[in-house]
């Protein structure tokens, strides 16, 4: 007769361990940039009301000045095509990646989100965004793997489409797009806007996985080391107790 006690005794074991397990491959929230790195956007177009000074834009340069904890700094500098600076030029923000706040404000729409994140992973502030797509894109001539936000946000006044692209390992912004329908009379009015790097020195360096992101994998490991013994053991002792 099989020893159903013992198979219990293992079950319970395994979800013990699991219980334990599970938490560390929770979104790990941090940061992916280090003081000095940058990154520069340019093929600025706008079109439709609010948005056509875009394609007046000549550059928007964000630079890391500080990085505390999940707290990364900013500072903002940018011209117009015709040399004048834009405005906020000269200017810094403070985001943290954890809670998705620049300058302690909630942000949904932030140039920077942590690193490393996978698809399904949410985007803070909680309960707002999450991780569409995790893949391979081609930017400047280097092949880097990103994270996609494609959101879809419907109301009876307007219909917008927003698109953001994440480098993985830096956090950093790589590209965005919006598109807005108003339903306005007497026909309905389309707006939108992109833009896209045009320089950066972040490809430069690569981040390595976090201690505490090794631990995930370790710990993944022992827990599937342990369920395959035990199963092997179990049938051991059942064969056994048949025989």
């Known amino acids: 007769?099989?020893?159903y006690k013992y198979l219990l005794s293992i079950i319970f074991a395994t979800v013990i361990l699991l219980a334990l397990a599970l938490p560390a491959f929770a979104a790990d929230y941090n940061s992916g940039v280090t003081v000095g790195q940058y990154v520069?956007?340019?093929n600025f177009t706008g079109n439709g009301q609010g948005f056509e000074t875009?394609?007046?834009?000549g550059f928007l340069q964000l630079q890391v000045t500080s990085v505390s904890g999940k707290d990364v700094t900013l500072l903002s500098t940018g011209q117009f095509k015709n040399g004048t600076a834009l405005p906020g030029d000269g200017t810094t923000a403070v985001w943290n990646i954890e809670t998705g706040t620049q300058d302690g404000t909630p942000s949904t729409q932030g140039p920077i989100i942590a690193a490393n994140l996978n698809q399904g992973d949410a985007i803070p502030p909680p309960g707002?965004?999450?991780?569409n797509q995790t893949e391979s894109r081609t930017y400047l001539g280097f092949s880097r793997l990103v994270n996609a936000l494609n959101v879809e946000i419907n109301t009876s006044d307007?219909?917008?489409?927003?698109?953001?692209?994440?480098?993985k390992l830096s956090g950093m912004i790589?590209?965005?797009?919006?598109?807005t329908i108003t339903q306005s009379e007497p026909q309905p009015a389309t707006s939108s806007?992109?833009?896209?790097?045009?320089?950066?020195?972040?490809f430069n360096s690569t981040i390595t996985p976090s201690s505490f992101q090794l631990t995930q994998y370790i710990?993944?490991?022992v827990v599937l080391i342990f369920v395959a013994v035990a199963i092997v053991i179990f049938l051991f002792k059942r064969r056994r107790n048949h025989s």
């Open 1 to 3: 007769m099989p020893n």
């Open 40 to 42: 520069k956007y340019g």
């Open 54 to 57: 875009f394609n007046d834009y």
């Open 128 to 131: 707002t965004y999450s991780v």
């Open 158 to 167: 307007y219909n917008s489409t927003l698109t953001y692209v994440y480098d």
């Open 174 to 179: 790589l590209e965005s797009s919006t598109q």
């Open 193 to 202: 806007y992109s833009y896209s790097i045009i320089e950066t020195n972040i």
């Open 219 to 221: 710990v993944f490991a």
